[in-house]
């Protein structure tokens, strides 16, 4: 410690120093150490937090102590993983002051988590988290159509995938026509090109199905076709995507997002064509049946033609009245006796009848001598009351009519 004495020589105390100054030369000391300057940690990831800035703000911790870290946006960016509380990280940086707090920290520049890498790290969170989404399921899985007249092709123009694509679709399905859209398959700006691809068939509708891939290559390399972006536009396209990314053995988010997965683009190609050759086969086939059974069927309606030819309606045809004339002559028979019955019938009553009228008939009585009618302008006299006297009345009688004028009339009272 260096000490000031005044004129007499005695100690004066030494000049204040500010909290800026303090903290400004601990920050100097530390940050010259070379030591703490390219550090590599491993610890768990707590109190972690994503600001909206892109920061990365965080507390490394093991179980004796704890630090806390920030990795800014520009290094936190190249993270292709999701930090997440509890996670263990290896991370490399340097130790600086934050003058302002008076504290240190981490400064991160690098991080990968602990036993796994991260490229597989990151693949699996977000093959998790579209699988929860429901992107994978295969209630949205669209089908391929059989028989395409335009084929879409995403991928490099000068790879060896779209040459593949376009031999085997081509020696498949010579009638079909294949469109590529140019685009990069790998790098940062790969995702965004693919998606332009996807959404430009989409918004034209000029193909049938779309097939999207590359050749194959190290997970680095296919890393484009593990994008959350380029998997949601797979999902929202309307038009069949197949996927054909690597080889057999490489999967990308891509594949499980798609409608169909191909083990290669060569695969993806047999997938969206039919085989020529065998539809050539098919269709003489079912030509061949189809003339097997008109051949068939005509040989069936000769055979019955001969046996209605030679059967004994058309030979002879009057054979089938005999039947129906039997029937007719007792059914005539049946309706002439019944007619006989009803007339006789109807006779019967009808004289009974007629002997009740005559019975009652006035000329019956006459005729017997039993008296006359008498009327009066064609009334009947049934009473005194019914003429008055000088009235002309005319007198039936059994063998005649009589005129007569009243002169006079009486009226006999009815006994009781």
């Known amino acids: 410690m260096n000490y000031r004495f005044d004129d007499d020589g005695n100690v004066l105390p030494p000049i204040p120093k500010s909290i800026y100054e303090i903290n400004s030369y601990i920050k100097g000391l530390i940050e010259e150490e070379a030591q703490l300057q390219e550090i590599y940690a491993v610890g768990e990831i707590s109190n972690f937090k994503k600001h909206s800035s892109g920061h990365f703000y965080l507390t490394l911790k093991d179980d004796k102590s704890e630090i806390r870290a920030v990795m800014f946006r520009s290094y936190a960016q190249r993270v292709r993983f999701k930090p997440q509380d509890g996670m263990r990280v290896i991370v490399s940086g340097r130790i600086g002051v934050y003058s302002q707090a008076g504290s240190y920290q981490l400064y991160i520049e690098s991080m990968q988590p602990d036993g796994i890498g991260s490229l597989h790290l990151a693949f699996e969170q977000l093959k998790a988290k579209m699988n929860e989404e429901g992107l994978f399921d295969d209630a949205h899985k669209k089908s391929i159509p059989k028989y395409p007249n335009t084929i879409g092709v995403i991928t490099s123009p000068t790879g060896a995938a779209v040459k593949d694509i376009i031999k085997v679709a081509t020696r498949r399905y010579p009638c079909a026509k294949i469109v590529v859209f140019p685009s990069l398959v790998q790098g940062t700006d790969a995702p965004g090109e693919l998606i332009k691809g996807i959404e430009y068939f989409n918004i034209m509708n000029s193909v049938d199905v779309i097939i999207i891939g590359r050749g194959g ?58 085989n020529i050759e065998e539809i050539a086969y098919r269709l003489n086939e079912f030509s061949q049946r189809a003339l097997d059974s008109i051949i068939n069927t005509v040989e069936a309606y000769r055979v019955r033609l001969d046996d209605l030819a030679s ?16 029937k007719l002559a007792g059914a005539t028979d049946k309706l002439y006796k019944a007619f006989q019955d009803r007339i006789k019938q109807d006779r019967e009553k009808f004289i009974q009848l007629n002997a009740k009228l005559l019975a009652l008939n006035p000329m019956s009585v006459l005729n017997r001598g039993y008296g006359a009618i008498c009327d009066s302008e064609n009334r009947v006299i049934s009473t005194v009351n019914s003429v008055e006297i000088n009235d002309n009345i005319n007198i039936m009688l059994c063998d005649g009519r009589i005129s007569a004028t009243v002169t006079k009339k009486e009226r006999r009272e009815k006994n009781g």
């Open 311 to 326: 059967s004994r309606v058309l030979v002879k045809p009057l054979t089938l009245l005999d039947i129906p004339n039997l």
């Open 217 to 274: 290559g190290s997970m680095e390399d296919l890393w484009a076709f593990n994008d959350e972006g380029l998997a949601r536009a797979i999902f929202r396209s309307h038009i069949p995507v197949i996927s054909a990314v690597g080889h057999e053995i490489d999967f990308t988010i891509c594949d499980f997002v798609s409608d169909v997965r191909a083990a290669t683009p060569s695969h993806a190609a047999e997938l969206a064509t039919p």
